[in-house]
């Protein structure tokens, strides 16, 4: 049994979860609307964020769908190949872990 059925027993547990998952969630996505306007890869945390809320509440995947699909119309908009997509986010990616390296060995 894992902890998500285990805390899911009791009505008052189902309640518990929600909050927890709303939280954490609500937290995640508005963090992300935040990096949205500063620096950092705002629609994945958005994405993230409502990647969590949508395990327990459906108006959330909904929302996640149509803004999966303004992304991509947004991101065909740019007019960039493919493959200079991928190489931008694979060269994001790795600068994020580097810079997390160095951070944590100081």
Same mark, same amino acid.
């Given at each position: 049994?894992?902890?998500? %059925? =285990?805390? $899911? $027993?009791?009505?008052?547990?189902? +309640? @518990? =979860?929600?909050?927890? +998952?709303?939280?954490?969630?609500?937290? !995640?996505? @508005?963090?992300?609307?935040?990096? !949205? *306007?500063?620096?950092?890869?705002?629609?994945?945390?958005?994405?993230?964020? !409502?990647?969590i809320l949508a395990? &327990?509440?459906? =108006?959330?995947?909904r929302v996640m769908? %149509?803004?999966?699909?303004?992304?991509? $119309?947004?991101? &065909?908009?740019?007019?960039? $190949?493919?493959?200079?997509?991928?190489?931008?986010?694979?060269?994001?990616?790795?600068? %994020?872990?580097?810079? *997390?390296?160095?951070? !944590?060995s100081r």
């Amino acid at each position: 049994m894992n902890l998500r %059925s =285990w805390i $899911k $027993k009791t009505t008052v547990g189902r +309640i @518990v =979860w929600r909050v927890i +998952i709303g939280i954490i969630g609500g937290g !995640l996505t @508005v963090a992300g609307a935040v990096a !949205l *306007i500063g620096p950092g890869p705002g629609i994945l945390i958005v994405l993230a964020g !409502l990647g969590i809320l949508a395990t &327990e509440f459906a =108006w959330a995947g909904r929302v996640m769908m %149509s803004t999966k699909k303004i992304a991509a $119309k947004a991101a &065909e908009r740019t007019g960039m $190949k493919p493959w200079v997509k991928y190489f931008l986010i694979s060269g994001g990616a790795v600068v %994020s872990i580097i810079t *997390i390296f160095i951070y !944590l060995s100081r």
